[in-house]
């Protein structure tokens, strides 16, 4: 019996086959490009009811810190400004290496011109984004049905974890029946993530034909450059910031911390799974120290809330398909992006397809084309294979910490 295909082999098949069928057919590839243009629907479709549901079971879950206490806050807390400054990395790396500067003006002009006619009701992308004040006092909805409705998903992720954080301050007996709806509907959202992601195959494939058939072989070198620069980005984060988180919150030699978690960041790496990592990881937590009370409530946590080289991915990927499509993002659009991952990290990290569906929901929150997903999702696979590495060792990081913070001394094998 044949082995079943993995669906990112299925992706990257697609990818190549998109790029071949481009260069031969050039332009008449525009004749298949319906079908990358429902599989951005598909997606988009599903990106409020994700992000409600999967949010709020998030934040509810979060419960746990009141009955934790000093643990739980401290984590969350730790979590939040990793997330941030993984996020703020992403973005500094982009703008700084720029990987989607290179195409001649006449192709950015084009790409943002087809763009610019599949969008509906939307004014022109090239005014002037809203100021960071004007963002933040908008995440409150006036009416959340018309957020949901509207897709604002700034205010979608307010009342997600507004209703979640609520529902951890009523009584069991109240709260669990909405809980097992909310669960039953979050589990079906993402079968229904999965019966999309059998589509993308054959989305990709016509998005990048159409694209490749337009502009030629000159923007696979672009994307070469962006599998580089996220790459370097994420190496940075894991080496250098949670190497010094790690010496000096946690009191540690960075070189013997990597050396003793380095068969969890591994497996991580090659199952692109965190869930999957955690006993792997609390077993070299273990050597490296750190009491199980604290690996076996941090480890599972980050896991679940916590996404460095998610939130990092995120921030060079927006920037990269702005840079594509000769978008010019403010510093407001920026700090939007920055926002909206260090929200949406809670209850997100781990979910089938979350990364690319966040994605999505950031680059529609600032104005920035969905189409230019196809190109980057052929190469998803290694990325995401190096990002589940990075939010690993971002967690075991954190158990050091919590560790190092509540005993007074750093910990010893």
Known sequence: MSKKIPLHTKIFI????????????????????????????LITMIVVPLVFFSLSLGTASLGDIKKLGRIGLKSFLYFCLTTALAITMGLLVANLLKPGIGLNDQVKKELLKNYQQTVENRTSLLQEKPSLISVLVNIVPTNPIKAMAEGEMLQVIFIAI??????????????????????AANDTILQVINLVMK?????????????????????????L??????ITGLAFHAL?????????????????????????????????????????????????????EYSSFVIPLGATINMDGTALYQGVAAIFIAQIYGLELTLGAQATIVLMALLASVGTAGVPGAGMIMLAMVLKQVGIPLEGVALILG???????????????????????IHTSEEKRPPVA
């Open 379 to 401: 190469v998803d696979r290694l990325i995401d294979m190096c990002r589940t590495a990075v939010n690993m060792l971002g967690n075991m990081a954190a158990s050091v910490f």
């Open 199 to 223: 589509f993308a195959p054959y989305g990709v494939l016509a998005l990048v034909a159409s694209i490749i058939g337009q502009f030629g072989a000159g923007i696979l070198l672009t994307l």
């Open 225 to 230: 450059k962006y599998v580089l620069v996220t």
């Open 240 to 292: 250098v910031v949670d190497g010094l988180l790690v010496k000096f919150l946690g009191k540690i030699k960075p070189s013997y911390f990597f050396k003793k978690t380095s068969d969890a960041a591994l497996i991580a790496f090659s199952t692109s799974s965190s869930n999957a990592t955690i006993p792997v990881a609390l077993e070299c937590l273990d050597n490296v120290g750190v009491k199980r």
């Open 162 to 183: 507004i209703f979640g954080l609520c529902l951890t301050f009523i009584t069991e007996e109240k709260s669990k029946p909405l809980l097992k709806i909310f669960e």
């Open 14 to 41: 697609g990818l190549v086959l998109g790029v071949i069928i481009g260069l031969i057919f050039g332009p008449k590839t525009r004749a298949i490009e319906f079908l990358g243009t429902i599989f951005i629907r």
